[in-house]
């Protein structure tokens, strides 16, 4: 008989209990501090330069890690617009059920411009036709920086800057003059921006309850290096007579002075995370540890340390598909491995681990084991993740691409979206958050995602063997695929467009109809288990 570790013996009633508690666990996880400030474990972002990528792309990302956002996916098209339109604002439109959602909450309007650009919109806008992207992550802030006067969120502000936009300096300038205008009224962001040519990492936060505006500071990600945000304020000393680098409202200083957070005559230099916000986050610090970690081993850094270098020189030039691993990582092979909390013993007396030991593991169920639960860069609560490409040898239709998978990225394939595109598939515009559908592409891989709970260490081999498929043939297929698509664009670029919208089509369709397969085969292959 299998001599079982004391937590493993009772491995089916934790598998129960893991379920019974995965839904509480699931809910919404910010929470107002007692103190100052407010915190974050809501999304993760990883930007890479140009030189730091083995193909001179530069990339952006977003792992959108919420319970509550929505999860249809529309393209919205180039448009031109008449003197005196209007732009209507909306109360987190990440969340609505569909673009013409009726419930949706209207802030007020805005002048429009005359000119607006196409975008793939996500629940946070991720790329626009000129192959400009943006990445999120949430770090809160202090609690009294939060205004309640104004028109723009968080998304609204993401939405508006990719319509008007074509750099992520210009992005940056714009949610500058928008926000003084007609102020910022969410919590402290941090926009992960992406041009063919540049990478910077932006920070915003509102400017106090009954103030019109916001404060905010940006640094520039040097060409050689790759930065995260991991929902916490990173950015500490800023030197704005380097424009090439750092950027910054005019308010920046002066906003901290006012409300006594920062003395320049107390010889302490300004430091913009601690003046605006915290680095108390150890689930934040510690994404930040392993990410940087991963990219430069040799660095040696202290996964308890507070502050870690802005940016790293990888050790090796990133792809794609390093990216994708880096979001896929579950501490494995360290000492915060969660999948050891959970283990058995063999015939011959070797330790293994359980097989339904798993990096996700409820929090509740983590107390009651009196065991830490770590937050990996992994989330099991993902809406989904994005990596983007953006390219600037190529035409912008073709060099910007999204790759994006719902749901667990470490149960997900992630499949290209062209950002010359004319529309998403028919699946991927259903919202799936409001409950289950078989017409929605997120439900396909969500129940995959959840069923691999019941069994993670089998489980994760036979879904693996799917989307490594699926990635591979995406991966394998990119440069034929693009070559043909710039030889449709010199003769008509609406083939063209036609071209990439049905490849994109055709790999995500298969893709979702490979997993409600896979889910099928799993609910067959381990039913004993349910």
């Given at each position: 008989m299998k001599k079982y570790h004391s937590l493993a013996r009772f491995a089916f009633p934790v598998v129960i209990l893991c379920t019974i508690l995965f839904w509480a666990g699931s809910l919404p996880t910010a929470r107002a501090l007692p103190d100052e400030s407010f915190e974050f474990d809501n999304c993760t972002s990883v930007l890479v330069g140009k030189l730091a990528s083995v193909d001179g792309s530069t990339m952006t990302s977003h792992s959108c890690d919420s319970s509550t956002d929505r999860t249809w996916i529309n393209v919205v098209p180039h448009k031109k617009h008449k003197a005196g339109d209007t732009a209507k604002l909306y109360f987190e439109a990440k969340r609505t059920k569909g673009p013409d959602d009726p419930d949706r909450v209207d802030l007020g309007e805005i002048p429009q411009v005359p000119e607006t650009y196409a975008y793939i919109n996500t629940a946070y806008p991720v790329m626009n036709e000129h192959q400009l992207a943006?990445?999120?992550?949430?770090?809160?802030?202090?609690?009294?920086?939060?205004?309640?006067?104004?028109?723009?969120?968080?998304?609204?502000?993401?939405?508006?800057?990719?319509?008007?936009?074509?750099?992520?300096?210009?992005?940056?300038?714009?949610?500058?003059?928008?926000?003084?205008?007609?102020?910022?009224?969410?919590?402290?962001?941090?926009?992960?921006?992406?041009?063919?040519?540049?990478?910077?990492?932006?920070?915003?936060?509102?400017?106090?309850?009954?103030?019109?505006?916001?404060?905010?500071?940006?640094?520039?990600?040097?060409?050689?290096?790759?930065?995260?945000?991991?929902?916490?304020?990173?950015?500490r000393?800023?030197?704005?007579?380097?424009?090439?680098?750092?950027?910054?409202?005019?308010?920046?200083?002066?906003?901290?002075?006012?409300?006594?957070?920062?003395?320049?005559?107390?010889g302490e230099p300004?430091?913009?995370?601690?003046?605006?916000?915290?680095?108390?986050?150890?689930?934040?610090?510690?994404r930040e540890w392993r990410v940087l970690s991963r990219l430069a081993p040799s660095l040696n850094l202290d996964p308890n340390g507070e502050n870690f270098p802005f940016s790293v020189r990888p050790e090796k030039k990133l792809s794609v598909r390093?990216?994708?691993?880096?979001?896929?990582?579950?501490?494995?092979?360290?000492?915060?491995?969660?999948?050891?909390?959970?283990?058995?013993?063999?015939?011959?007396?070797?330790?293994?681990?359980?097989?339904?030991?798993?990096?996700?593991?409820?929090?509740?169920?983590?107390?009651?084991l009196k065991v830490q639960r770590e937050r990996t860069i992994c989330c099991a609560r993902a809406t989904y993740l994005h990596v983007t490409q953006s390219r600037s040898w190529l035409?912008?239709?073709?060099?910007?691409?999204?790759?994006?998978?719902?749901?667990?990225?470490?149960?997900?394939?992630?499949?290209?979206?062209?950002?010359g595109i004319s529309q998403m598939p028919e699946s991927y515009r259903v919202d799936g958050r409001w409950g289950f559908r078989r017409d929605s592409a997120w439900w396909a891989f969500r129940r995959v995602s959840q069923l691999a709970l019941f069994r993670w260490q089998h489980m994760?081999?036979?879904?693996?063997?799917?989307?490594?498929?699926?990635?591979?043939?995406?991966?394998?297929?990119?440069?034929?695929?693009?070559?043909?698509?710039?030889?449709?664009?010199?003769?008509?670029?609406?083939?063209?467009?036609?071209?990439?919208?049905?490849y994109c089509h055709r790999l995500a369709d298969g893709a979702v109809e490979a997993y409600w397969k896979l889910g099928d085969d799993l609910w067959g292959k381990y039913t004993r288990y349910f």
């Open positions: 943006i990445g999120e992550t949430t770090f809160g802030g202090k609690r009294e920086l939060k205004s309640n006067e104004g028109l723009i969120d968080c998304p609204e502000l993401y939405r508006l800057v990719l319509e008007r936009a074509k750099t992520s300096r210009e992005a940056i300038r714009i949610a500058d003059e928008l926000t003084k205008k007609y102020g910022y009224i969410d919590y402290g962001e941090c926009f992960t921006f992406a041009d063919p040519n540049e990478v910077w990492h932006f920070e915003i936060l509102g400017p106090g309850r009954g103030k019109k505006g916001a404060v905010w500071a940006a640094v520039r990600i040097p060409d050689d290096r790759v930065g995260v945000s991991a929902n916490a304020s990173r950015i000393q800023i030197d704005l007579k380097d424009a090439e680098h750092y950027m910054a409202s005019d308010n920046v200083y002066s906003l901290a002075q006012e409300l006594d957070w920062w003395d320049p005559e107390s300004f430091e913009f995370c601690y003046a605006y916000a915290s680095r108390r986050s150890l689930g934040s610090r510690r390093d990216v994708l691993d880096i979001f896929r990582d579950t501490y494995q092979n360290t000492p915060f491995d969660m999948t050891n909390t959970l283990t058995t013993t063999d015939r011959e007396g070797q330790v293994i681990k359980s097989p339904v030991a798993s990096a996700f593991l409820n929090r509740e169920l983590m107390q009651l035409p912008d239709s073709i060099g910007g691409v999204v790759w994006l998978g719902y749901d667990n990225p470490a149960t997900t394939p992630h499949t290209p979206f062209y950002c994760t081999r036979d879904i693996a063997k799917v989307w490594q498929g699926i990635e591979d043939k995406a991966f394998t297929d990119q440069t034929d695929v693009e070559e043909e698509a710039q030889g449709l664009l010199k003769q008509d670029p609406e083939k063209a467009r036609e071209y990439l919208t049905d």
